[in-house]
């Protein structure tokens, strides 16, 4: 007899989602996260939930995915009460630009068939460049998508190759002035830095071209050396350095002097925009623990103070959703001590700062110590990351929750 040993642990995930889903608050912003898990080629430093077609065989397809996605979104809209207006859309990947402009077009109208659109609604995708042209940004924006993210991480062809990155040095600025002349005003370049073998002038180089790509957003990445990965087999057998802790602060003070003398504000610790307008309102959802539906193979979601994360292969995924079960493959549910952590954690990385309301006397009193050693600033209702606390972000959070 077959016995189906994780039916037990999705029924109890499916209660608390459903439960979760009933009675949400309409004026708690929503967003979709959309992963798109195909990728041409897999980079070295990347532990993403994502295949190429050689890893996926016949098991699965961009057009399998796509009706498994729009089964997603059909149980997402469903469950949902009262009905949610979408806040901001988010395509991320893998590579979504893989589907060309004709399968986004399709994954947004599947969006709006299900959903209602803010009529503000952000709605972003990411692009790898080497997979864009004039006429991809130009279907994309008559199709309503409003931001571009594009994959840029260096200018410079020797760490591009370390990172196994395919595209030519030249081409996201290219892409991201595409992008700008289709219409696209928010439009942002992705960088990695400390990558093994770059240089300050590498680096310098690099904030060269983004300045004169003309976008208003910028987000700047340490690499981290994910187990598993193949970067991580070759610093393993010694045939790189790994990135120093040390070289990175220094990166990172040269991203942000640079990014700052150009009219660009740090709005999150990775994070710049020229203005309020060209930050991602996405990934501030995130940040403020408002609701969102990640939709798509090892997407997760929150809503109403339960989390849930769906089953990572998409052949598994499609065929879930096909037997008319929702595809989560585990959930839980925030306790008021996992909340508050969360907060504190999330909102310190943020240029607006760790509200003080949130503190009780014991972290007050780590805050007001954090910030007679110059690490956090006070501005009477909210602490915020001093210039050289943004070097420690992580340190600065532990020691404000447990001293």
Excluded at 355 to 380: F, I, K, Q, V, Y
Aim: glycine share 8%; charged share 20%.
């Amino acid at each position: 007899m077959n016995v189906d040993i994780e039916a037990p642990a999705r029924e109890l995930t499916t209660e608390l989602v459903a439960g979760a889903c009933r009675d949400v608050d309409p004026e708690v912003p929503f967003g979709l996260y959309l992963h798109v898990p195909f990728c041409a080629t897999r980079c070295g430093y990347c532990d993403f939930n994502t295949y190429t077609a050689g890893e996926l065989g016949s098991t699965s397809s961009p057009e399998s995915w796509q009706q498994a996605v729009a089964a997603e979104l059909e149980s997402a809209a469903r469950l949902l009460q009262p009905a949610r207006k979408v806040s901001t859309i988010f395509v991320g990947g893998g590579t979504p630009s893989l589907l060309g402009a004709d399968g986004l077009t399709r994954l947004l109208d599947a969006v709006r068939a299900h959903f209602d659109l803010a009529p503000d609604a952000e709605v972003t995708t990411e692009s790898n460049p080497e997979s864009t042209s004039p006429e991809f940004f130009e279907q994309l924006r008559a199709a309503g998508f409003t931001r571009i993210s594009l994959g840029m991480q260096s200018a410079a062809q020797h760490v591009l190759k370390v990172l196994d990155r395919v595209h030519t040095p030249g081409r996201a600025v290219a892409a991201a002035r595409e992008a700008r002349a289709a219409g696209f005003e928010h439009v942002n370049l992705d960088l990695i830095y400390g990558t093994p073998g770059e240089t300050d002038a590498d680096l310098h180089a690099t904030l060269d071209a983004v300045l004169s790509a003309g976008v208003d957003h910028v987000s700047a990445y340490a690499l981290i050396v994910e187990d598993g990965t193949a970067l991580a087999r070759r610093i393993r057998r010694g045939e790189m350095p790994a990135p120093d802790d040390d070289v990175l602060a220094d990166r990172y003070k040269i991203l942000d002097d640079r990014l700052s003398a150009n009219g660009f504000g740090w709005y999150e610790v990775s994070n710049w925009a020229l203005d309020d307008a060209g930050a991602c309102r996405h990934n501030i959802a995130y940040w403020n623990s408002h609701d969102w539906w990640g939709i798509g193979p090892g997407a997760h979601s929150h809503v109403n103070g339960v989390r849930w994360w769906n089953v990572k292969h998409p052949a598994r995924y499609a065929q879930t959703l096909g037997e008319g079960v929702l595809p989560a493959a585990s959930s839980e549910e925030l306790t008021a001590e996992d909340r508050h952590m969360e907060a504190v954690m999330l909102t310190t990385r943020c240029r607006t700062g760790l509200p003080g309301g949130l503190l009780d006397d014991t972290e007050r009193a780590n805050a007001d110590a954090l910030c007679a050693d110059g690490l956090l600033t006070s501005t009477g209702d909210a602490y915020v990351l001093t210039d050289a606390g943004r070097l420690l972000a992580d340190g600065v959070i532990r020691c404000v929750l447990w001293g």
